[in-house]
């Protein structure tokens, strides 16, 4: 027998009884919309925190630091430096060295509220972080321009209203420890943006001096962190390895790579995905129950019309197959149903929570990214997810639908002639 | 004539509980090619039971059974179905059409599992149901359907596979005494014009009496055989 004809005549006997082919098939509508909803919302949640994990991290920059946590910090030699900068894979490398012990003063003999100065070359940072370096007054120095200090927005203020010092204003750098002898002055070029928190550190509280006065200010010419900007964000593990190599001792220096977390935060919300996704899944074992359950009767019912067609000549194959045809066309449908209904309410549930999230942020005061922009959770329509949760309802179907069909093949054709 | 036909020291007996109730102790007879075969007896005397296995439905438990040369008991489940698609048509006494279906598409049943393109099965189906002269009727349902219209789309249905044989079952048993003969003539009809082989069993002593030959069924056994003057003359 074909199976179009198979395929046919099962259609058929299901829009017979259509109350209860459809109640069965809502069952698989739910199973796969939970699937398709939580699958597609989760993927785009996913994608949201990583968007914003990107904007607060700059996955893209390494940080090498001399030493560890543990052992204390040592510093970079010079040739070090240029060591790391021949990495293959970093596009570009920016030193820093932070001056312990530094107070800023402002003309009226005021400290500033920078907490951590560092010597860099403006120009190289600034190329390789133009959204933390962007001045908010004044420009960023050139190369040449030696007596200059570019300084952070909150090092400016001592309050919301009280403001220390002005783009073009001298600045007092008091460096090592009472009486502070060596001093310096440097003129204000330039105040940066409010940055935010991130990653490395909150740019907020910086002063930034070039890093020739941190050198003469300490009579050595040595940094303590070294930015690597990678070329590619995916590179970066092979990076932080190449540039740990370039050190006669490897063990002697940290990097830190911030993919390396990212991707460990990219697991856990896999954990949790695959989590809500097996919750999901059992939905849809519940409507293969129902479907067994509606078969088994459904065979019972027909028993003496299954009597007629193997005492016809249909072949036990033939019956089994009929059946199981049913069972998959729930699927099918079921299916179809299911992934429409399951991105429609993704949608929905994302608009509403994105609201809510935007409602709740707004009316919180605390410190954000540079732009507390509206948290967007989009759910990402996934093929592959689409594929796999379509072919996991008919395959519970066809499962489901295997015990009462092979009940209905197995009918002994004398007595279900008989069966009243 | 060629045996189209032999049933060779057939046993049945059915388990109810867990006592073993005797159908059949030992039947044999044959059939030839063309023959019109009355099976007449009491109820209980196993001729249904004798019809199920002639026609594949069932095993004996011991004898053989042959049909147009195939030994029964050596073929497999799928086999006997295909030699019931091809060989062999029933008609009930209960019709036993299926009642979604109209009465084109009863009859054209045994062609779509046969495989047979759906045009082709349903222009043979409409010829068959034409020879029962049921033009009219061909769309409706068996519910809308009188008995002996049904009985005759199950006719129909028995013979659209071109059987060799054709096995009825009480087929006047659920019909009116003048219905009952309607379709008893129009088997005979059909016999004699395609020559295919009938075998009916009834209760009824005066369709029994028409048949080429009666067998006389009772307790399971062969009680007489008793050929009709008429054909053979």
Redesign the interface.
Known sequence: ??MS?IIS?AW??MK?RRLRTSLTTLGVVIGITAIIGLASLGEGFRLEIRNRMQQGFELDILIVIPGSFTTGLGEFEPQEVSRVRNVSGAASVAPLMTLPRTRLLNEEGEPLNALTVAGVNFQELAQMLPERLAPLEGSIPSAGENNTIVLGYKACFLNESTRLVNVGDNVTVQFGAAPYNVTKELKVAAILEKSGTSGITNFDYWAFIPANTTFSLMKREVYNIILVKVSDVEESEEVGRNVEAVFDNPYSVSVLVPLAFMRQVDRILNIVQIFLMSIASISLLVAGIGIMNIMTVSVMERT??I????????????VLTMFLAEAMLIGLIGGLIGMLTGYGISYGFAYGLSNLIQSQQSSEVAYRTQNPERLSINPVFSPEWTVIAFVFAIVVCVVFGLYPARKAAKL???NA?RYE | MAKILEVREVQKSYQIGKIAVPALRGVSFDVKEGEFLAIFGPSGSGKSTLL?LM?G??RPDTGEIIVDGDNLQKLS??VL??????KIG?V?QFF???P?LTALRNVE??L????VP?RQGLEKAASLLKLMGLEARMDHRPSELSGGEQQRVAMA?ALV?SPKIVLADEPTGNLDTKTGWEIVQLMQRLNKEKGQTFIIITHDPHIAETADRMIFLKDGLVEAVKEAPRRNA
């Not at chain 2, 179905?81 to 091809?86: N, S």
């Open positions: 027998m074909k004809r005549i058929g006997n017979q003496r019309e009597g007629i067609l193997k005492a016809i000549g249909a072949k036990s194959r033939t002994d054709p004398v002639l | 199920h026609g439905l069932d489940d799928d179905a295909e030699l019931r698609l091809r029933f009930f036993n059409l299926l979604r049943l045994p779509t599992i046969a495989g759906e249905r596979n």
